[in-house]
């Protein structure tokens, strides 16, 4: 597939592997900022898309540096960064988490705020060595969503999420390794091969298992313990369900034979 342009050219889609999508914030000029159209056509793109590994990575120096509020006017300010934050930004995160397969964030550049929810949003993220990663609303007087909250403190933990969200400073890809912000920090030269070696990797998995196995592990972060009867229930089924697929059959004979399985994702 010819990599094909989006959202006027600031998001780049191409398939740069079998079963991997890669989707590219190319907005370099106002640093991978995040505006309505690159928000709205990304949930629109991941609606639609069927890979069964994204890749989502950034052009330039920077992965994003947020929401795009440089262009908002003083007289209708609050409006407009309220309307940005409560509707496409959050649709935007809703289908990462959402969407079927695996994502891989492939950090080539700083990733600060919006950004960096973005990047947490994904189910791995790999950093380049060097990036930046931060939190900045204690520095312009924003009180961040509840639920960004929640994600980064399922992601890193009560402590490091007081870190980045109260005292505001950007740390290194590496105190983010250590933080569990991201799980791989690699030189910059290698970050595209190495997200594309993980993207197909796991693309190459059972389609049904992965995912099954993110719907799980959502339904396990969103609820607490113990489950609802009626979501036990439906995850037990789930699991019962793969018993009877074509695909376990296939990946235990092919396991056994010492060869490639031959996916049919029934």
């Known amino acids: ?20 999508a890669r989707i590219r914030i190319s907005n370099p000029e106002k640093r991978g900022a995040l505006d309505h159209e690159i928000l709205d056509t990304l949930a629109g793109l991941l609606a639609r898309l069927e890979a069964r590994c994204l890749v989502l990575t950034g052009d330039g120096p920077v992965f994003s540096a947020g929401y795009d509020i440089g262009s908002f006017t003083d007289d ?91 005292l505001g400073r950007n740390v290194d890809a590496e105190r983010g390794y250590e933080m569990g912000l991201v799980n791989a920090v690699v030189e910059p030269g290698r970050l595209e091969e190495e997200a594309l070696g993980l993207a197909a990797a796991i693309g190459a998995n059972a389609p049904l298992s992965l995912e099954g196995n993110k719907r799980a592990i959502r339904a396990l972060r969103e609820n607490p313990w113990p489950l609802p009867p009626e979501l036990e229930r439906e995850l037990v089924e789930l699991r019962e369900s793969c018993f009877f697929s074509e695909d376990f059959r296939e990946g235990v004979a092919a396991f056994g034979e010492k060869r490639p399985p031959r996916w049919r994702n029934r």
């Open 76 to 166: 209708s300010f609050s409006e407009q960064a309220e309307s940005l934050v409560a509707h496409p930004f959050t649709a935007a995160i809703e289908a990462i988490e959402r969407y079927r397969y695996p994502i891989v964030a492939a950090i080539n550049g700083h990733a600060i705020g919006g950004g960096l929810e973005v990047a947490v949003a994904c189910d791995m993220r790999i950093a380049a060595h060097g990036v930046r990663l931060g939190m900045p609303p204690a520095k312009i007087g924003l009180i961040y969503s509840h639920t960004g909250l929640r994600k980064f403190i399922e992601v890193c933990g009560v402590a490091n999420t007081n870190e980045l969200f109260l």
């Open 1 to 20: 597939m010819a990599a094909e342009e989006l959202a006027s050219g600031k998001l780049v889609l191409d398939e740069p592997a079998e079963h991997v």
